[in-house]
């Protein structure tokens, strides 16, 4: 190690492993085009707020106040009200046939009884085949009943004022929410997919002798071949980047220096974790496999992408902490949008820096204890 | 009739020779049916809650107590300097705030309608619109108990007349979205396996130059690729098989529908995912390009399907799309037969258009894959 980085094999390994990337220019090709078309896509589809929700109304009231309460359904952005005259036993053909996901029961004295009780249920049924979903319309109806019930008593106001202001997103919009998680997810699932081979492939086209004869240390071997990786997954990411933020209208608060910086520590322990896998995997099919697995649905399901962690079991709450865009999320999310300074990050940038060091560290053992069999 | 099993029996022993492989293909679905059918839930717990009281008075304090007193938010701490909170929010320290004014009891006595403020962090809109709910609901209750207090005679005089609902929850009744999850990967287990192991292994053929071997034993065409497929319609039935046994016992998956059914309609839709594995090894020549393209294609079709993203939120154009895309048309299905024990009666409008998919990508793979080899 106390050779300088020119004299030592660094650059040549890079230059070398370099050449296969662009001798490839069909791969080369779709590693650009895949993560921008999918960026696209996911920015456009991923909303979580539920809209055009078909409410079935049998309404045997008939009355002023059941007329106001459809209203209130109507006038709402997450419904479409339609009415449904057919027997109460027929709701589970019209769920089947999915053509509505909830139905409303409005009955007969709905008037009456308004006028006489202090509660009146009112009975809704909801398709609860997607629970999330159900748990969601729910809530728009519980919000629709409260306004109701709001301009029904409107003379009897709460003692206090509530003024709520929302931070940082003011208008809640989800793209804002998953545009910059979606570079985190596009980054990793590049960088650990493509460094995954470069060890196997040597393994399995035979190439490996030839470095065992070769006076190379096993961590220069890994430097040289990650450092082409990591110029590739930055222009990769930078281009994501741009085009999310300029395509989406993305806010951006922070320094774009911080996110470079932070960004390339991120893209590090991508590449190291597709080394490590490089080195344990004996053929390329299977190292792939394993990169596909460790990154693809653990990012999306347990990293905060979309779930929120702290609502999770603990168990998984846990196992989150090894999942490293978990870490890159607060990073891109807290400085696009919310633009956070370096300290208040640390914590992350710290778990992420450890990350890469343990990976590193596990794929220069397990490759040297390789060269040694 | 001899050859096309001997080409089997070759593939199986291929397919299992690589022990890591085959873990991968098992063991992989379990951990996901158990990662997945546990973190999804939009039901938001545990908010991380800040509180800034400037009244410090009984009123506060019993508020604050109607706060953490729930699992919806989790108390982190006190602040005195409002500039404070949107440092915390920077740091990911604190996701919603709470600020009690001075005076804040003495005008509540008084009737002077005092303001109490909630700050959310708003980047993640849906958590922050579901904790300005609580928030609202929290508060409403307390309002609502401060003027029932018989202390407090002069307007609980008029009574109020509320709405309630009673909801019904059909088919899952406990709202338990493992339900609706887990049928799903069924599905998505019948994409990946045979999408990817049969591209991957064709193109592996091609790169190690085998296929060519092939190309001159007596084997015809047709019963190459009828080798091929065959091991990956069994690999992917006992796949789903075990997943299915695993979901049905473990997780206590309830199956309403008819398995025959599911059986059958998976045929048709194994179809579409084999054919495009085919396909995929037309016009790619390496494992990586194999493995890049039907990432991409799985990626598409998943985030497309309904799976966790449900396709009535999205906009109108890729509505109109999920429409290209098979595997919506069998996440519906296989949905309606595990939970609504939906026939065919219902499902017919799902099942036609995958079939013709199915039939098209199959032939299409299979007519590229004859003029390539040819």
Not at chain 1, 236 to 247: A, D, H, K, R
Request: charge should be positive.
């Amino acid at each position: 190690m106390t050779m300088n980085f020119k004299d030592s094999m660094i650059p040549t390994i890079a230059r070398k492993e370099f050449l296969h990337i662009i001798h490839d220019p069909r791969t080369l090709m779709i590693l650009f085009l895949m993560p921008v078309l999918q960026l696209i896509m996911f920015g456009y589809a991923l909303r979580l707020e539920i809209q055009n929700v078909h409410i079935a109304v049998i309404d045997y009231s008939k009355s002023k106040d059941s007329r106001e309460l459809i209203d209130q359904f109507k006038g709402s952005a997450f419904f479409h009200p339609f009415f449904f005259d057919g027997p109460v036993d027929k709701i589970n053909d019209l769920f089947k046939a999915r053509k509505a996901r909830v139905a409303l029961i409005i009955p007969q004295d709905f008037d009456k009884q308004l006028l006489r009780d202090t509660a009146v249920p009112l009975q809704f049924i909801i398709d609860a085949s997607d629970a999330n979903a159900a748990t969601a319309i729910r809530n728009y109806c519980s919000r629709v009943v409260n306004d109701f019930n709001v301009s029904y008593n409107r003379k009897i106001p709460l003692p206090f004022d509530i003024r709520s202001s929302v931070l940082f997103n003011p208008d809640t919009k989800s793209t804002y929410f998953f545009v910059p998680g979606l570079v985190a997810l596009l980054l990793i699932m590049i960088s650990a997919l493509l460094t995954s081979i470069t060890i196997t492939r040597e393994k399995e086209t035979g190439t490996m002798e030839q470095i065992l004869v070769s006076p190379v240390r096993p961590f220069q071997i890994i430097l040289g071949k990650v450092l082409p990786y990591i110029f590739l997954a930055f222009i990769i990411g930078i281009i994501i980047l741009l085009i999310g933020i300029f395509l989406f209208s993305v806010p951006f608060e922070g320094s774009v220096w911080l996110l470079m910086l932070l960004s390339t520590l991120y893209i590090i322990t991508a590449l190291s974790l597709g080394l490590m896998i490089s080195t344990i995997a004996k053929t390329q099919q299977i190292a792939m496999m394993i990169a596909l697995i460790t990154t693809l649905l653990p990012t999306i399901m347990l990293s905060g992408f979309i779930f929120p962690i702290a609502s999770m079991p603990k168990v998984l709450q846990y196992i989150s902490y090894i999942i490293p865009a978990r870490f890159y999320l607060l990073i891109v999310r807290g400085i696009i949008l919310k633009g956070s300074t370096f300290m208040e990050l640390l914590q992350p940038t710290l778990f992420l820096a450890g990350m890469s060091f343990i990976l590193l560290n596990v794929a220069v053992r397990k490759f040297s204890t390789n060269l040694e069999k | 009739m001899q050859r096309i099993i001997h080409m089997i029996r070759k593939e199986f022993r291929q397919i299992f020779r690589d022990k890591p492989m085959v873990v991968i293909i098992f063991i992989a679905p379990l951990i996901q049916l158990f990662v997945l059918s546990y973190a999804i839930t939009t039901n938001v717990t545990h908010i991380k809650l800040t509180i800034a009281d400037f009244d410090r008075s009984a009123v506060s304090r019993s508020i604050i107590r109607d706060f953490s007193h729930t699992e919806r938010f989790d108390l982190i701490g006190y602040t005195s300097d409002i500039r404070q909170i949107g440092q915390e929010m920077r740091a990911w320290k604190t996701q919603f705030a709470l600020v009690i004014p001075e005076n804040f009891s003495k005008n509540l006595k008084r009737k002077l309608e005092p303001q109490i403020q909630a700050v959310v962090d708003g980047v993640d809109g849906n958590t922050a619109g579901v904790a300005l709910g609580y928030a609202q609901e929290i508060l409403s209750r307390y309002g609502a108990s401060v003027m029932t207090n018989p202390g407090n005679s002069s307007r609980n005089s008029k009574r109020m007349h509320l709405v309630t609902m009673l909801d019904r929850m059909w088919y899952n009744l406990n709202l338990d979205s493992k339900e609706y999850m887990v049928p799903g990967i069924v599905v998505i287990l019948l994409t990946i396996i045979p999408m990817m192991l049969s591209a991957m292994s064709l193109v592996k053929e091609k790169e190690i130059g085998t296929l060519e071997q092939l190309m001159v034993t007596p084997l015809r065409k047709h019963q190459l690729l009828i080798g091929k497929i065959i091991p990956f319609l069994i690999l992917s039935y006992v796949e789903m098989a075990v997943v299915m046994n695993v979901a049905i016992l473990f997780f206590h998956i309830t199956m309403n529908g008819s398995f025959i059914l599911l059986a059958f309609l998976s045929f048709l839709y194994l179809l579409t995912t084999i054919g495009l594995g085919i396909f995929i090894s037309t016009f790619t020549n390496t494992q990586q390009q194999a493995m890049f393209v039907a990432w991409f294609f799985m990626v598409f079709m998943i985030l497309m399907s309904g799976f966790f993203i449900p396709i009535d939120n999205m906009p109108q154009f890729l509505k109109a799309l999920t429409y290209l895309n098979p595997m919506r048309y069998f996440m519906y299905i296989i949905r309606d037969i595990f939970e609504k024990g939906a026939g065919l009666h219902y499902l017919w409008k799902d099942a036609v258009p995958m079939t013709v998919f199915g039939l098209l990508i199959i032939t299409m793979g299979v007519l590229k894959f004859r003029k390539r080899i040819g």
